[in-house]
């Protein structure tokens, strides 16, 4: 497989930014340990983190690369969403995305508990033009003044970096004092749609309209008539060709993979891919019907008709296949 690193450099545009053109998308589930347990959190509410921990034993690091090395040989350059619990939480952190920023981009979804010390040691080992740290700022556990000091570190050391916030019923009044906050900074801050049970209620069906218009003032929900529809509108998708499981898929801890968030446990047989872990690890051939009732993250880009209307050029690529090497 060709170097590709040099696809990163300034001539290339933000990859992290929209779909990525240049191949293969994996949100990948690292581990379940988090430091935290924030209200929102979809496992805590379900308090499923005593049974994921010990369903999903910790994988040895270098199993891991050996297999997104050998999917990187097989598919080229990929994307992969790194997600957990908290990703930053894998020991030797540094060193272990340090290695994988060799091999594919990487966003790294983290709750930038680190101290600053380990983030300074992400900061100078990894392939600065691979990574994009995507944080997620939690209320109920962090102190803004500390987590924009963490944020200001990494965007000195060349880290392009965002915020987030979960738009949880109680947090929805602080968002534009949370925006203005971070803005100040020049640091971008966006909305991660709440999706659970508050108050006995369950959302995003129950978002009133007060909320839903204090949500509209998020750049990304208000500029994607699609994001919006299927994030909070909850718009349908059984059925509709897609291209999750053809050149996306999701990865779970112990290295299965579906074809995405939605079509995990209770739909093996339409949504498994496969085990990453398996060296003749393939992905499917073409785009298939979603068997899923709707999207529960922002997968829905994957559909057929939005790739087709978005990167073309990728699907046609894929299909022919004619990949990035």
């Not at 996306?248 to 446990?265: I, L, M, Q, S």
């Not at 992905?283 to 298939?288: I, S, T, V």
Request: hydrophobic fraction near 35%.
């Amino acid at each position: 497989m060709k170097k590709m690193i040099a696809n990163n450099g300034s001539g290339r545009s933000p990859w992290w930014r929209g779909p990525y053109r240049d191949g293969a998308t994996f949100t990948w589930d690292l581990l379940y340990r988090c430091n935290y347990r924030c209200s929102y959190c979809w496992w805590e509410q379900k308090k499923l983190w005593g049974e994921f921990s010990k369903k999903y034993p910790p994988v040895p690091a270098q199993k891991w690369i050996d297999a997104w090395r050998r999917l990187g040989g097989r598919y080229g350059r990929a994307r992969l969403d790194v997600l957990g619990g908290e990703p930053l939480a894998t020991p030797d952190a540094a060193g272990f995305f340090a290695e994988l920023s060799k091999h594919h981009d990487l966003v790294i979804n983290t709750n930038l508990s680190p101290g600053r010390k380990e983030l300074e040691t992400l900061a100078a080992r990894c392939v600065r033009e691979a990574v994009y740290i995507n944080a997620s700022f939690h209320p109920e556990f962090a102190e803004r003044e500390s987590f924009l000091e963490k944020m200001r570190l990494l965007k000195e050391a060349g880290f392009p970096a965002a915020v987030f916030v979960v738009s949880y019923p109680p947090l929805i009044p602080q968002l534009p004092k949370i925006r203005e906050f971070f803005s100040k900074a020049g640091i971008p801050v966006g909305v991660q749609v709440f999706q659970g049970t508050y108050r006995g209620r369950d959302y995003p069906a129950a978002f009133t309209e007060a909320e839903r218009e204090a949500l509209k003032t998020d750049a990304g929900l208000r500029s994607s008539e699609e994001r919006w529809a299927y994030r909070v509108e909850e718009r349908p998708t059984r059925g509709k060709l897609c291209c999750a499981g053809w050149f996306y898929g999701n990865v779970k801890a112990d290295g299965e993979v579906y074809r995405c968030g939605g079509t995990g446990p209770g739909l093996e047989t339409e949504a498994r891919v496969g085990n990453l872990f398996q060296e003749d690890f393939e992905l499917f051939p073409g785009p298939a019907p979603c068997p899923a009732g709707r999207c529960f993250c922002q997968e829905h880009i994957y559909l057929l008709e939005e790739q087709e209307k978005k990167c073309p050029d990728l699907v046609e690529r894929w299909a022919s296949g004619k990949r990035a090497q």
